[in-house]
DNA sequence: CCTTCTGGTGAGTGATTACTCACTTACATA
DNA sequence: TATGTAAGTGAGTAATCACTCACCAGAAGG
């Protein structure tokens, strides 16, 4: 990962964070360990080694080693759901720049693949620890529940009240459109990465798959 | 967990497995505190308080503390995988006594539902730890590849043959399938087991929104 | 009655763990 | 040049870890 990435990747709030080298180094070689063999199977010594530093440095910046999974993980789950939806997005659709719900989809898959392209270390970090982590729970649920939900919600009723999607609760229509992406790019990226994968097509695919399973009966 | 079905989970290929009434504790407190911190996290000293026996009892029956993870997820990711589809299932559908693919998935659904139910602990642990320990993620694979996916190779191209499925590359249809299907259940167990969930409206949905997506055009 | 076997025990062990702390170094500002 | 501050160090520590081993109990068989 590059360094530059990683600070970027780090910022929250648009708050510039001050990193220093051998700060980043720690955070580099923690995001690869932990991704590696998990959180709890992970010593701060072998994080220290890789990163090049002594491991007093580690706590010189991050209190306890929960810190510095928190500190990991955060701004990977806050960066993520943020710009579902991007603000101008949404716009777009009912500004009629988009044909409709299933340009958004493509938007959509594009985008959050991409993400995950760049983090997956990240990706698989969240996906493993959430479970363990109530803070890291928070995180994800908090943030799923403000910043997208939302703006599905009124995506979604909206194509509904213009007659173009199944009426179909909404919780159950959101799981049926974000699952088969999320089971792409879960084989995409962590299941399965080496084997030769037509993206385009995979992704064509699926958004036809899930248009025909919301889309209103003509 | 009750012990006669901790027993019966157990058994693979019919053979008897003979399990002391300390080892049917040192397997269920296993499976509970595993699925409750992860494998990593959990002290095999907690696993023997728990389970009322001396931690000496634990390696007696197990060399290392691994073998006791691979003896509760082994058997659990085959007594998954094996009954997927029955023998006589797919025989059912190819003798007509199904309407279509549309029943086959209900059978499915509402089957690996039932499992599910049964086995939270145990699919906790298979998914968060198989990304960790080659053997788990061999077995998971190979129990798919064997078991799972030749007949739902043979059930869909048969599908597709008699012009009722539309023709997508079976890896894409298959993750198509299966998706929302784990989503429901991952959703249903895992993220939020405390809702009240109307399950036959759930799976009448998901059906639906399956069947839409993956159905010849008329 | 003696032997053998299997199941069970719990104190003990060396290795590893997360974390501490007295100390050095680098650098900015007075 | 003196001083304060933040970054970095690595030997040290108490706790905990997975695992061992000498020993015990009871049942089975001769």
């Not at 360990?33 to 010189?60: D, P």
Request: hydrophobic fraction near 45%; include cysteine.
């Amino acid at each position: 990962m590059q360094e530059s990435y990683l600070h970027e990747l780090l910022k929250v709030d648009d708050q510039e964070i001050r990193l220093t080298e051998k700060q980043a180094h720690i955070l580099a070689a923690a995001i690869e360990i932990f991704a590696e063999k998990g959180y709890a199977a992970t010593a701060t010594s072998e994080i220290a080694k890789r990163a090049g530093v002594a491991e007093g440095t580690i706590f010189r910046h991050y209190p306890a080693k929960k810190d510095l999974l928190l500190a990991i993980v955060k701004p990977g789950v806050l960066k993520f759901a943020v710009p579902v939806f991007a603000s101008n997005m949404v716009e777009h659709i009912f500004n009629r720049e988009f044909d409709g719900f299933e340009d958004l989809l493509s938007v959509f898959i594009y985008n959050r693949l991409d993400f995950a392209r760049q983090n997956v270390a990240i990706l698989r970090i969240v996906l493993q620890e959430f479970a363990f982590h109530p803070e890291i729970k928070k995180t994800v649920e908090e943030s799923f529940l403000e910043q997208v939900y939302p703006k599905i919600k009124e995506t979604i009723t909206g194509f509904q009240k213009a007659g173009r999607l199944k009426q179909m609760p909404l919780k159950t229509m959101v799981r049926c459109i974000v699952s088969p992406i999320l089971g792409f790019i879960i084989t995409r990226f962590i299941l399965n990465p080496d084997a030769e994968w037509d993206e385009e097509q995979e992704v064509d695919n699926i958004i036809s798959f899930i248009m025909k399973g919301i889309e209103a009966e003509a």
